[in-house]
């Protein structure tokens, strides 16, 4: 069975909306889990309205924790999760029929080679849409995942993994842990230790609507643009977000460390070591090691901060 994990916080607006798209999808064998995050608005109520409705499909999980942000909240979620494989959803958007069968699909066939003990995380394209669900004209190049790096080096930097078109299955979910204030997306959290001790898997198809609308937490943006690359390259802050990348490296070691392949252990060490060196050195660290962000304007500002 697949549980679609759907973390809610005052998503009344297009809740109803998404919740016909999981009910529609063409692989039945399917269970919706459901935490809200003590939501102010209606959300509550069309929860408890489908949940009656569809009582052999729908969950809702009720207790008194206030995450405070969709990554415990999710987090959370997997701790519910009992299902063969779990798949993320966010509240706003919209999935084609077909997206729950062509991902598991996909993992079936990599369970084939790899094994199901071996933790694998699937991952699939998105069509931008507005808040209507029109298409938005973005070209691929300028989102922020074009370039699909599954590989952990690349990974430790950057997250190329949108979690709304994320599939996991029990080997890879069952150790994604407690909620840790160094983990700053549970997609990125889930991408980087699954691309360390098993494989993440691109698969090149758009199989859901990912809305913009404005209030989003994580949203879709043109990261080719002028004033984009040009924010980024003298955004300040770019040093802090380099800290938070080796305090959640350190995480990453401290939790699964002992269970790594050689390689992946010898790369998060070699990573872990960067900051101990010299601006020279930790910029010659940083090539050697491939720990590199997608595009020139990206590297130059990991270079320029680090």
Request: hydrophobic share 40%; with cysteine; net charge neutral.
């Amino acid at each position: 069975m697949v549980e679609i994990l759907l973390a809610t916080y005052n998503g009344e607006r297009y809740l109803a909306e998404q919740l016909e798209s999981l009910l529609s999808q063409s692989e039945k064998n399917i269970r919706i889990l459901i935490r809200d995050d003590g939501s102010t608005d209606g959300t509550r109520g069309i929860l408890e309205d489908y949940a009656q409705k569809y009582p052999e499909k729908i969950r809702v999980i009720c207790d008194q924790i206030r995450c405070g942000g969709p990554t415990p909240n999710f987090m959370e979620l997997v701790k519910h999760a009992a299902g063969e494989y779990i798949m993320f959803c966010d509240q706003d958007d919209v999935w084609k029929k077909e997206k729950v069968r062509r991902t598991l699909q996909v993992m079936a066939e990599k369970e084939e080679t790899r094994g199901t003990d071996c933790p694998l995380l699937v991952f699939s394209d998105y069509i931008v849409a507005d808040a209507a669900l029109n298409p938005v004209p973005v070209r691929e190049k300028q989102l922020q995942v074009y370039g699909h790096r599954t590989d952990f080096r690349h990974l430790l930097v950057q997250n190329y993994v949108t979690g709304c078109t994320v599939m996991m299955n029990r080997a890879a979910y069952r150790l994604m842990g407690d909620y840790d204030p160094r983990i700053r997306m549970h997609d990125w959290w889930a991408a980087q230790y699954v691309s360390a001790i098993g494989e993440v898997v691109h698969l090149p198809e758009k199989l859901m609507y990912y809305r913009q609308h404005g209030d989003n937490v994580v949203s879709a943006v043109n990261v080719r643009s002028f004033s984009y690359r040009i924010g980024k390259l003298m955004d300040r802050n770019t040093r802090y977000n380099l800290k938070l990348n080796f305090a959640e490296a350190r995480l990453l070691y401290e939790r699964f460390g002992s269970i790594m392949p050689e390689d992946s252990k010898n790369a998060l060490e070699e990573f872990l070591r960067i900051p101990d060196f010299s601006k020279p050195r930790r910029m010659a660290a940083l090539l050697k090691g491939r720990f590199l962000k997608g595009d020139m304007v990206r590297i130059l500002g990991q270079m320029f901060y680090i």
